[in-house]
């Protein structure tokens, strides 16, 4: 298993993540001190697609004192989102909405640049406007919702960059990155620019509150920097919530962009989404007559996860299907297209409301704040 802020490869073992990375399981006090909060858990909740934190105890505690978060994440433009991208985008709005708070969302079209030798600004910053459009339709207002471009706004994050970068050593950088010594300078620097949001909303608000930030935990070295420095310059140590990686339709492995044929992409169209569905791994048989015999499994099928994380979000109608697959009452091919026809609603429903997003996308870019 590799899980790095640029690769993920491998089984990804969550348990031995939360050890490694030092971070805290989402305990169910925790959860249901949430819950008195929001109401019902969400489902990316409920079903521990978000696993792990860092401080969401002691964002509570704040909140509870009057002292409100504000949330933090991102997006590295490299090309178009897949549904993946999706899944922590989608409970950050819940956050938003629940607790009416502000949310920072960084398009780093600089570092995409910076780390894939291929990439050129003006492709990674065309990316970012694309990446910005899939955000926006998700629901998100722009009242409360401040998109950062890198390229384009670095001048209202480089004091904070220069803050950061200036406590962070080259020893402890490498150390939680791994930086070689053909690594370029510019991606060393990097971090430093990632950690800047953290703290942006006290240089325009002038409150000093904490930021809460929902992503994989593929990020997570990023924040154990910053939450190192973060007190020696003023600042709330930023918290985290960390969630799964959403699976590809291949054997193993999370959605990938550099693997268009097993990840499903907001602009996908419905026979391409038919025909990946169709090829996706599942836990199914050589035939059907065997599957009705012996069942499937689904803990190792792509489809499966699809419906567990976003498409089937009744519990008891998910437990059925489940039990119908292991019994070999549903086929494979039933339960595809089941899922393809969930998936093509959904995205067409996403794609005009992206496309709507393209009239107000500049209310949302933080220098017109
Ligand atoms: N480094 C992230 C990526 O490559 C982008 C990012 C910037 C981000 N700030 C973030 C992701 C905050 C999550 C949270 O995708």
Not at 155 to 164: A, F, G, R, S
Not at 233 to 238: A, L
Request: proline share 5%; aromatic share 12%.
């Amino acid at each position: 298993m590799v899980v790095t802020p640029w690769e993920v490869k491998g089984k990804v073992d969550y348990e031995r993540l939360i050890r490694e990375f030092g971070t805290q399981p989402l305990t169910p006090e925790l959860l249901s001190r949430v819950e008195s909060r929001t109401g019902k858990l969400h489902l990316q909740l409920e079903r521990q697609i978000f696993f792990s934190h860092r401080d969401l105890d002691t964002v509570l505690d704040l909140y509870d004192k009057g002292v409100k978060f504000v949330l933090y994440t991102g997006r590295g433009p490299s090309g178009p989102v897949h549904i993946g991208h999706l899944v922590p985008w989608i409970f950050t709005l819940h956050i938003q909405q629940k607790f009416n708070t502000r949310l920072y969302f960084q398009l780093t079209d600089d570092e995409k640049y910076l780390i894939d030798d291929d990439a050129t600004l003006k492709e990674t910053s065309h990316w970012a406007y694309e990446n910005a459009l899939d955000l926006i339709a998700l629901g998100f207002k722009p009242e409360d919702t401040f998109i950062i471009y890198d390229t384009e706004d670095i001048d209202l994050l480089y004091d904070i960059t220069l803050q950061v970068a200036k406590r962070i050593t080259y020893s402890t950088a490498r150390s939680s990155f791994g930086f070689q010594d053909s690594t370029n300078i510019g991606w060393v620097f990097w971090p430093a620019i990632q950690a800047a949001p953290c703290f942006i909303h006290k240089k325009l608000t002038g409150e000093n509150v904490p930021a809460l930030i929902p992503a994989a935990i593929d990020q997570d070295p990023y924040w154990r920097v910053t939450r190192d420095i973060a007190p020696k310059i003023g600042y709330y140590k930023p918290a985290q919530i960390h969630c799964r990686f959403l699976p590809g339709l291949g054997a193993g492995g999370k959605m990938s962009a550099s693997m268009p044929e097993t990840s499903i992409f907001t602009m996908d169209q419905p026979d391409a989404v038919k025909k990946k569905i169709w090829n996706a791994y599942t836990g199914g048989r050589g035939t059907a007559a065997e599957q009705r015999k012996l069942g499937a499994d689904p803990t190792v099928c792509s489809i499966f996860q699809y419906y567990f994380f976003l498409f089937e979000e009744d519990a008891a109608r998910l437990a059925e299907r489940e039990r119908k697959c292991k019994v070999g009452e549903m086929l494979c091919g039933e339960c595809k297209m089941d899922i393809a026809e969930k998936l093509n609603r959904f995205l067409q429903n996403h794609q005009e409301r992206r496309e709507k997003a393209k009239d107000v996308i500049e209310q949302y870019h933080i220098k017109r704040k």
